[in-house]
């Protein structure tokens, strides 16, 4: 069948650079799918993938498959041209499926992905999909990282480190890590040692990846901002030409690969469909450029331990911080007990020499509540004092399937953090005091919640938070203390 090219009269993210030519570029639309998720298009079942209404999907191949749409497509590869959605005088849309409509519109959509193999929408046809299309692909391969998910982002492609690692294929592709979210991170943080410590993580969960990335090959960027966009682009387009092939845009469910090729396209309307619920895009999806290789969206490979993908859409967007993070500490003393919204909760179970400092990464819509007293009843506070969840049964069915981490910490002092504590979704915390302690985390069995060497080690001196009894302070008038130079150490 024939395909087209919807592309924008415009640029991408080279706009007003002068005098380099600007790079157009459009997603590339064939008459079976659609161009916001990838899904087959169909008219017989309104719940299941790719659904458009019967006049809708009559109208579509009638246009496709027009003699004058067939002469126009040949005559324009012809040229090397791309074909223009919108002739001069006209505003055509762009034919979405309904998901995406809603997905557009309305930011949420009752038909998300699953675990099941017999699903309609499930991990493991996303990993077949991925298995069959970038299994002998040519060009570079872009690995998307969230900075706000590191472990579930990564430990997603553990069964499929072949395609982005494999020593054998590396003559064919290029591997890039692109760690998405950076402007959550403090200003001052050190980008070199962030890079490091991306790479690090990469090959604790990939080892194959080991020897074959090096620090130049790391990106940190932020496809809200547009940060670092222009500069992986031109990275992963140099070392594709250099293979003779296109640009692969991989990595877990909502890590910002269809955000990031939405601000290469630089139009949202004929873009892709972007959204926080996971496994937004379903099937590969093509971006065309007027003067280089294509880069494709493929599926973000959905980890069951991410609270994410367990999340309703209100919550979900509770959770996920829209902005710079702002640090929490707090004084912890033995006995004592956060509770993290009704999600989790962290105990001090033992401490060997007193209070230890623990440091919440969170967006602020998550409340965060210390207490001593063996009298609170969370249940009585979900939706005020904790949140999210908003409501009690929702509350119910987290605790009804909650499982208690334990987790024995050797403090490194007060100057830096010993480790961070992982809960995949939410965020983390990082523990900074002196000796040793035992920590217990009481968290949903769906959430991934582990150790790692510590992100941001030095905010237990550079942030306090003062707990008044009904809420944080932040005491914004104190100087802020220089970060140490950390720029080699992990």
């Known amino acids: 069948s024939s395909s087209r090219v919807a592309a924008r009269r415009g640029v991408g993210v080279f706009a007003g650079e002068e005098p380099r030519r600007a790079e157009r570029f459009a997603v590339s639309l064939e008459p079976e799918r659609c161009p916001g998720c990838g899904a087959r298009f169909q008219s017989s079942f309104q719940g299941k993938p790719g659904y458009v209404p019967s006049h809708v999907y009559e109208r579509i191949h009638r246009d496709e498959d027009s003699p004058e749409r067939e002469v126009e497509q040949l005559l324009a590869e012809a040229r090397g041209e791309a074909v223009e959605e919108a002739r001069e005088g006209e505003d055509e849309k762009v034919v979405v499926c309904m998901r995406c409509h809603e997905l557009r519109h309305r930011s949420k959509t009752e038909l998300r992905p699953s ?3 017999e699903d309609e929408v499930s991990a493991a046809q996303f990993e077949a999909l991925l298995r069959r299309e970038v299994k002998e692909a040519r060009g570079a391969v872009i690995l998307f990282v969230d900075l706000f998910d590191v472990d579930a982002s990564l430990s997603a492609w553990s069964s499929l480190a072949s395609l982005v690692g494999s020593p054998q294929k590396r003559h064919r592709r290029k591997l890039l890590l692109a ?6 991170l403090p200003r001052d943080a050190s980008r070199h040692r962030v890079k490091q410590w991306i790479r690090s993580a990469a090959e604790y969960y990939v080892p194959s990846v080991r020897d074959g990335v090096k620090d130049s090959d790391v990106f940190l960027l932020s496809c809200r901002t547009g ?6 682009l031109g990275a992963a387009t140099k ?3 250099a293979r003779n092939g296109d640009v692969y845009c991989c990595g877990a469910a909502n890590v910002g690969k269809s955000s990031f090729l939405n601000r290469v396209i630089g ?5 892709l469909t972007a959204s ?11 971006v065309s450029t007027s003067n280089g290789p294509a880069l494709y969206d493929t599926p973000g490979l959905l980890s069951p331990f991410s609270l994410g993908a367990w999340l309703t859409s209100k919550e979900l967007d509770a959770v996920l911080p829209k902005k710079q993070l702002k640090p929490k500490v707090l004084r912890v003393e033995q006995g004592a007990t956060v509770h993290l919204g009704g999600l989790c909760r962290v105990t001090l179970d033992h401490s060997q020499h007193g209070p230890m400092l ?3 990464f969170l967006d602020d819509a998550v409340s965060l509540h210390p207490t001593k007293s063996p009298k609170f009843d969370p249940a009585k506070h979900v939706g005020a004092k904790l949140s999210p969840p908003f409501d009690l049964d929702r509350y119910e069915s987290f605790r009804a399937n909650a ?6 910490v050797d403090g490194a002092g007060f100057d830096s953090a010993a480790l961070d504590i992982v809960l995949s979704g939410l965020g983390w915390l990082s523990v900074t005091g002196s000796g040793a302690c035992v920590l217990l985390v009481d968290a949903p069995s769906t959430m991934l919640v582990t150790t790692r060497n510590p992100l941001l080690p030095y905010e237990a001196h550079l942030n306090a938070a003062k707990f008044t009894g009904g809420r944080l302070i932040d005491p914004r008038s104190r100087k802020r203390p220089r970060r140490p130079d950390d720029r080699h150490r992990l």
């Open 227 to 232: 940060e670092g966009v222009q500069q992986l």
């Open 239 to 241: 070392e594709a030409q």
């Open 358 to 360: 623990l440091t919440f």
């Open 115 to 117: 675990f099941g193999e």
């Open 267 to 271: 139009d949202k309307k004929r873009g």
């Open 403 to 408: 499982t208690t981490h334990r987790f024995e």
């Open 179 to 184: 760690a998405n979210k950076v402007d959550l």
């Open 276 to 286: 926080n619920t996971p496994g937004t895009t379903l099937g590969l999806v093509k």
